[in-house]
Structures are given as C-alpha cells and as structure tokens.
C-alpha cells in the first residue's frame, strides 16, 4: 500500500512539473521581448488589443499607418480629438477665416474625438483612468506636450506608470536629445512596428520619409555657406503680442534649425537658442532675413496676417515681408515634437529658400502623394489632409 501511495505521489509531482512546464513555455509564447529608448526591456504581449497612448499624434499616427488605431482606447493628448478655427482682421473690414483644421489622424479615425483622455497639456497624468481602461500596453512619448514639464516630474510620471503593472513603452522625441536628430523618428517607427509585428510596413514608411528630406539634402548639398539663405523662423504669437513683444522666434539648437543646417544648407537668421523667444518690432527688423517660415504659435498663422493685419503693418518694411518671401508650415496643433508631417516643413522651407532648385516640384501635387504614402489612402482623402492642415494655398502655385 506504501508502495503505490509513494508511486502515486512521485507521478502527482512528475505531472505537475511538466504542467508548470507547459504553463511557463505558453507564457514565453504569449510575450515578446523589445528595447524601448530607455534601452529597457520591455515584455509586449503577442495579442495586443487594448493600449493608451500618450503624444501629440505620432504614436496614433504611426499606428494608423500601421492598421492597428482601432486598438487605442485612452489618449494623452487634448490636441488630437479638437477640431479648430482661426480668424484675424485685415486693415478694411474684411476677415480672413480658417475653419476645420486638425491633425490629420483625427481626419483618418474620428471615433478619437470620443475616447477618455488621460493627460492632457498644464494637467497631470489620470493613472486611475489609466487603469479603469485595463489596457494590455501603455506608450509615451518624451518631449510631447503632455509630457514637458521638467525631467523630474518625467521620471516621476514614468514610475508611477509602471507602478500600474501593465508593460511600459516609453519613445523619445527628437528635440529630447541633446543634439535634435530626426532620424530617431524613423527608430520610433520601426520600435512600433516591432510591438504590433508589422515590421515591413514600419520600414516602409521610415524609408519613404527619409527619402523625402535626402531629395531635399542632395539638392541642396554645393551651395556655399557663403550664398545659404538666412529663415528666421517665426510664430505671429497673440501671446507673444501680449507680452509686449512682436512675435516667437525659434533659435538655433531647435529642430526647425537642425532642418536648415543638416538637410536644406541654410542659416538660421536668429543666432539665439530657446524655442520661444519673444522678440519686438526693432529686433525682428534689425534681424533682415532673407526668408520668413511661419509656425504654428498659439495658432495657425498664413503669410496673409503678416501682410495684411493690421498690428503687423510695422513690420511691412521688412526686405522678406516687401518681397512677398513668405511661407506657412502646416497647421500642427501641440506641436512641440515632430511628428510624421516633419518632411512637409523641410520642403515648404527648402522651396521658400531656394525655388529655383525646386522649381519642378509643385507642392500642392507633391502634398497629395506624401499623404498618399504616408497614410496609404487614396487622393481624395490626401486633398481633405491637406485641406485640415491648411495647406491648401499650394494649390495656387
């Protein structure tokens, strides 16, 4: 009897082994292993299905181009589901109007505007909503808007995070190193594409964005440093104007610069750092840049308002202003990282610098197959991104 109790124990414990077994080689299979810009391995379930984002649109942009969008169920960003509209007067009675404007993956999923947000800019982090949403992954992205308050209250945010247990993937923005590089955009592609197993679409679009700016760099490459054009890059703020001052400038150790040096070979006009500094009518004049690129600053802001506002006429003297040498970026609310529009803004500034290098590329038509790829969408939906983003004054070149 002693016997077959021992037996019967020995094979209890031998069919729990294997069982454990089997239980641990299921588990290894229902998870993958990935390296996030913390250079931390991060455990990805193999079916994800619930996640929350927290960007100004590049990681819903990414996931959209990669067809897994339905799978966001919580934002952090109170930019992506508002629609906007802008107005300014001119000197006579009439005002010029923009209406509709948004980020082109609001366009693409409009079921956004209707998800929780769980951050949103000047706020903190909702962990409990968070949770409540039982999200099988949570990814960040530094330096977005919802997530630049300092580099304490950022490790503070991230600890909190993982304190929830769900896995953790964090991305870094170009403008979070110390030098901006946007190639580590096309990393955030590819790290994205690794997590939802769509690898070959992810290197798809990295490619195809980075050979939008070489066209760019290849011709552009023999100008001298002596002939390269000088862009002051400037927001027509109502903030700054309520400081006293007459308008943002963005400095030189800012990605819109790093634009200039590394791919269009033109200077920028401000030799100061910092992103938003306040600059007056005498400073933005003595400044005589060749070219003004307008940028979203606490607004949309066409070349129109700077010709015809009238709290704009002291500055119509300026050689760029008289000479029409004006252009606007796309209208990208939040826009305090790059996002997967950045090759549009090299482009418009390459073309508003050097135009007779670009003379064969018209930008409207060239706007329409960048959607196109970007997005895989067909050309009526280009016109409409374009249309949300402002960008329809290419259509009349």
């Known amino acids: 009897m002693h016997k077959i109790a021992k037996i019967v124990n020995i094979t209890t414990v031998i069919f729990i082994v ?10 290894q299979k229902d998870v993958f292993t990935v390296k996030d810009f913390r250079d931390k391995s991060i455990e990805i379930p193999t079916q994800v299905n619930r996640v929350v984002t927290i960007s100004d649109g590049m990681i819903e942009a990414i996931m959209t181009r990669l067809g897994q969008a339905k799978k966001i169920v919580g934002m952090g960003s109170a930019c992506i589901p508002k629609i906007w509209s802008y107005s300014f007067p001119t000197l006579g009675s009439k005002t010029h109007e923009y209406a509709r404007g ?14 929780p947000l769980v951050s949103k800019f000047g706020a903190g982090i909702n962990y409990e909503k968070i949770a409540a949403l039982n999200p099988d992954l949570i990814i960040i992205r530094t330096g977005s808007c919802s997530l630049s308050a300092g580099d304490d209250i950022l490790e503070k945010n991230i600890f909190l995070l993982e304190s929830l247990g769900i896995p953790l993937v964090v991305l870094k923005g170009p403008n979070t190193f110390e030098q901006p590089n946007i190639l580590s955009i096309g990393r955030e592609i590819k790290l994205l594409g690794q997590i939802f197993q769509e690898t070959k679409e992810a290197e798809q679009l990295s490619s195809y964005l980075e050979s939008c700016v070489e066209l760019v760099r290849e011709r552009t490459a023999d100008i001298n440093p002596s002939d390269q054009k000088r862009l002051l890059l400037m927001g027509l703020s109502p903030k700054a104007r309520s400081q006293g001052g007459a308008a ?3 400095g030189v150790e800012t990605v819109q610069s790093y634009f200039l040096k590394n791919f269009i070979h033109a200077k920028n006009a401000y ?16 400044l005589d840049p060749d070219v003004i690129i307008l940028v979203t600053a606490w607004g949309y802001h066409p070349p129109s308002e700077l010709y015809e506002a009238p709290y704009y006429q002291n500055l119509k003297d300026m050689r760029a202003v008289a000479d029409r040498s004006v252009a606007a970026l796309p209208w990208t609310p939040c826009n305090c990282e790059k996002r ?52 329809d004054w290419t259509c009349e070149e």
Request: hydrophobic share 45%.
């Open 271 to 286: 030799p100061g750092r910092g992103a938003w500094n306040i600059l007056n009518t005498e400073q933005l004049i003595t």
């Open 340 to 391: 997967l529009e950045y090759p549009i803004d090299v482009m418009v500034m390459a073309k508003a610098a050097y135009p007779e290098r670009f003379k064969d590329i018209h930008m409207g038509q060239w706007l329409l197959k960048f959607y196109q790829n970007v997005y895989k969408v067909d050309v009526k939906t280009a016109g409409e991104l374009r249309s949300c983003q402002w960008m």
């Open 18 to 27: 294997f069982a454990l077994a089997g239980i641990c080689d299921a588990r």
């Open 248 to 250: 943002h400038v963005k």
């Open 102 to 115: 948004m980020n082109p993956v609001t366009h693409l999923n409009p079921w956004l505007m209707d998800i």
